[in-house]
Structures are given as structure tokens and as C-alpha cells.
């Protein structure tokens, strides 16, 4: 950034907590109404601030119990914005509690704060996973496995990695021969190449050495260029959901500035996992009047990171009584294509075989090679966790409330992706960015009792 404006550094992620945190106050809590439901929720959100820094203190000292208690404290917060989501589906009065600035002067600080965490995205380094996503995308559209690919279930949990490619063609234009200069992976064994399940030949010319390592500057600068691409789908959906469904530009450009503020946000900008999912889910609300498309979208984002295949029944229950064949065709459709890309992508059927156990996560909760809180935490414990979850995503959500409004829609699928956070176990609920837009249209929006299926669908 600070090619950009002069003499800037970049503020630390405590220092960032302060300021957003103060920012956030003013902008948003209400003064004339300090035991509000509002002011309740900004300090739940403000709370997950200290959970996240003690984690990525942990990380960076090499400290497992400030590691410990940030994980242990983010537990605590999400399970009370659990209950808050649940309890939101109850709540019938909504009074209208503008920001404490206009629309104008929000739209403005928004642009602003996403410039800047654009250009940190661009100046910074990647996140591995996001690199590793790349890389297994890159080496599948080549029907190639690496030796990260070949562990990717048991290490990064079930997911489609073929969708991280999508920028690759913009950036492979953009960089021109660039794209296939070497770049150190970290983590990844790029030397490590099977083609059809056989092993890497040993490289005899300079030009077989660079091959091992082809790609890898696309690959970086595709993780950076799908990190941008779904921060601003995320910002703009919210953004666009608040003008179109809430009917109050105001509120879509303070949920969309509150996302910005939160110090999760600035954390975990370029994190492509978090993101994609992220912004798939957005659009999904936003063309909920529209079941096919909103399908299709849904579709993507549970072949992207799986986990979205809960928010299933709540969708199937909001569209029971108009649209629901055609959320499921609009499903079928983005799983179809899904799987026609993991065929021409596969050697063979033994690569195809995997690649659709990778995608479709079918395999028994692991108890072996786990990140997050769940490294520190007997596994044991994720099974009744697990059940709990079920019970809420497949039982209770698609029977209570009815009927489904966009109102009980919003809560109901925030609800599921918090529930995600406390037995996923590849990020140890660091996962925000699953629940956060959902989260914060539910904090903002007004009363929508008259939106549903029946009504909206035509």
C-alpha cells in the first residue's frame, strides 16, 4: 500500500480491533436506546475480536494456550449469536434504527475500507490453504494429482477445488508468460507430480525442472484475483439486498460497512475458502425469488465447501408451497455440471472416485489430522455435537418457524453455518465469513412477514 499513499503502513490486527471497534460504536450503537436489541448485537459482534487475535497471537508466538482460550472464547460467542439467530425468527417487532450517518457518507467509508483491504490483498502474501487451492485446481484441470491433492480430505476437509480455477483465464491473460515463472509454494510439494497414478519422472533438462513449477505465479495471483472477486460480490449483495429486498438502501450500506469494520474481515481478506461460499450464499438470498437461480447458486457453494448442503432443508422448506421443484431442478443442475467437470478432469475412475468422495465429503467424522480447536480438543466430543447439529439443520429448522419468510430464510440459514463452526475441524470455527453476511442482513433487516414463497414467487 504504500506504493499508493505515502509513508503508509499498514495498522496491526490489534491496533485495527481498537479503531473498528470505536468506529463501530459510532456509527452504529444506538444512544437514545442503550438496552436495544441492536446495541445487543454489535457487542456480540465486537466480542469476536479477542477470540480471533488470541488464535492468531497463539499461531504466531508458538503459545498452544493463548491458541486454547481464543478458541474456547470464540465457542462462547458463537453459541450466543446461535441462540440470538434462533431467537430472531420470534421476534415480530422490528422499530427502523437508522446508522448514525447517512447513506452517502456510508457508501463513501465502504468504497473506501475496500480499497484498502483490496490493495492489502494485492501487496500481501497469500494465505496456504488459498495457494494450495490453486495449485490442486490447477494440476486437476491437467488431470494431474499432487501429493496435497492426494491428502486433501483428511487436511483441508471435503470441497470442489476445481472452482478456485475460475479467474485463471483473466489472469493468465493479464500476466502473459509471467504466469509460469517459479514461486515457492509453502506447504506444497510442487516436485511431488502423479500423472495416472504413476509416479513423476525424473526431470533430465532445464525445461522439465521449470514444469515442476509451472504456473505457480498464476496460481498465486488467481487466489489474490478470487479473493477480490468474492469480497465484492459479498459487499454488493448485501448492498443490493437491503436496496431491493429491504427496500432501504440505508441498511444495505450498513450491513456491508459493518462486514468491512469487523476485525475478521481485515484477518482473513484474501481467505478464498471463506469467501467463495460466502458470496455464493449472498446471491442465493438475494434471487431468492427466482428458485432455479437460486438453486444453481446454492448448488455451487455446497460443491465449493460442502458444508452449505445443511441449508438444504430450510431452502426446501421456505419453497414447500411454491418453487420447491424448481430449487431442486436449479440444484441438479449446478451438481450436474459439477460432475461433468470432475469426468473430463479425471485419468481415470479411480481418480474420478476420489475426486467425488472429495466433493460430496463421504466419509465418517475424522479423528486423525485435525486443526483448529479440535487439535487441542478430544474428538470424541464432536460427536454429540455433530448429532445436536443434525437434529437442528434436518429436523427442527425445516418444521419451526412456519411459514418461512425472507425474515425466518435469513435467521434459519445463519443459524445452520454458525452451527458449522463448532464441529468443523479443518478451521476450528474460524470460519466466519459462512454466517457473517447472513448474520448481519438478520441484525439490519425490517419486517418481512409478507415475504413468502407464496407471495414473492411467481
Known sequence: MSEFLFRYDQPSPITWAYLSGLLIVALFFKFNRIFSIRNLDLFLLLMLGPGLLSVRQGIENGSPSSELFGYWWLFGVNAVLLVRALWDSAMIRRPLLDP????????????????????????????????HSAQRAQLLSHRKASSVEQISLETHGPGFPL???LPAIPTSRVLGDRGSEPVEVPGADNAEVATDGEPPAEATSDDAATDEYAFTTGQVVTAKVAAILSQLMI???????????????????????????????AMYTGNVTHLLPAALLVWA??????????????????????????????????????????????????????????????SDMAMFGSRMQQMFGIHWPQSKNLSGAWEYWNPVFRWPILATFLGMSLLTLPLWPQPKTLASLLSCSAAVMLGVQFWHAHSGGLALAWYLPLFLLMVFRPNLEDRTAVNVVR
Open 100 to 131: 448514525n450517518m447517512n447513506a452517502s457518507g456510508l457508501l463513501f467509508l465502504a468504497v473506501s475500507l475496500f480499497m484498502f483491504l483490496m490493495a492489502n490483498i494485492i501487496n500481501g502474501a497469500s494465505e496456504e490453504d488459498d495457494l
Open 235 to 265: 459487499v454488493l449483495g448485501v448492498v443490493l439486498i437491503g436496496a431491493r429486498h429491504f427496500e432501504n438502501f440505508t441498511m444495505g450500506c450498513a450491513a456491508a460497512m459493518l462486514y468491512l469494520f469487523l476485525p475478521y474481515t
Open 163 to 165: 472452482l478456485f480455477s
Open 285 to 346: 438470498v438475494y434471487n431468492y425469488r427466482l428458485p432455479m437461480l437460486s438453486g444453481v447458486l446454492l448448488g455451487l457453494a455446497f460443491g465449493t465447501i460442502y458444508y452449505p448442503v445443511f441449508l438444504l432443508p430450510v431452502w426446501i422448506s421456505f419453497y414447500w408451497r411454491r418453487g420447491m421443484w424448481r430449487f431442486l431442478i436449479g440444484i441438479g443442475i449446478a451438481l450436474s455440471v459439477l460432475i461433468i467437470t470432475q469426468i473430463a478432469t479425471s
